[in-house]
């Protein structure tokens, strides 16, 4: 029975593949859209609007990068904790996570930078309407990740 439980710590290597997947479709879907970008920059280089949607659709892209970023963190630690160490260069230290509470502390920091990168595509995007409630939103969830994360190491 031991050896059978063992065993069962390959079944994460799904959530790893899964999160590798999804972080692999928003790297290039990231791309595709810079690409896109590029393909347009001197419409967005004529006037005031233009740059300003080129800073909007910046951001966005930064936020595709975040997101695909988090979830290769979360495949790595996933690996590390449940299959095995992984040999990464020593640059790369930081990646390395010895429990789950490291995992959602990476984790936690990368939501709360992509919570900040859409709050400013929303404000940059603003043409007078309330951004204040949705800023308050943010910020509550922020707050609460903060506690969560205080009290979780309690």
Do not use: C
Not at 7 to 28: E, I, P
Not at 80 to 88: D, I
Request: net charge positive.
């Amino acid at each position: 029975m031991n050896r059978l439980v063992g065993y069962t710590r390959f079944l994460v290597l799904l959530g790893v593949v899964g999160n590798m997947l999804a972080a692999t479709v928003l790297f290039v879907s990231g791309i595709v859209q810079g690409g896109k970008v590029l393909l347009q920059i001197t419409g967005y280089l004529n006037d005031a609007k233009g740059m300003k949607r080129l800073a909007i659709e910046s951001v966005q892209l930064a936020d595709y990068f975040l997101i695909a970023t988090a979830l290769y963190i979360v495949a790595v630690g996933l690996y590390e904790l449940f299959v095995g160490e992984l040999k990464l260069p020593a640059h790369l230290n930081w990646l390395k996570v010895t429990s789950i509470d490291a995992l959602k502390d990476r984790l936690i920091g990368v939501i709360v930078t992509v919570l900040a990168v859409t709050f400013l595509a929303v404000a940059a995007n603003w043409n007078g309407e309330d951004v204040l409630s949705f800023g308050l939103a943010l910020a509550a969830v922020i707050v609460a990740l903060g506690i969560f994360r205080w009290l979780s190491r309690g």
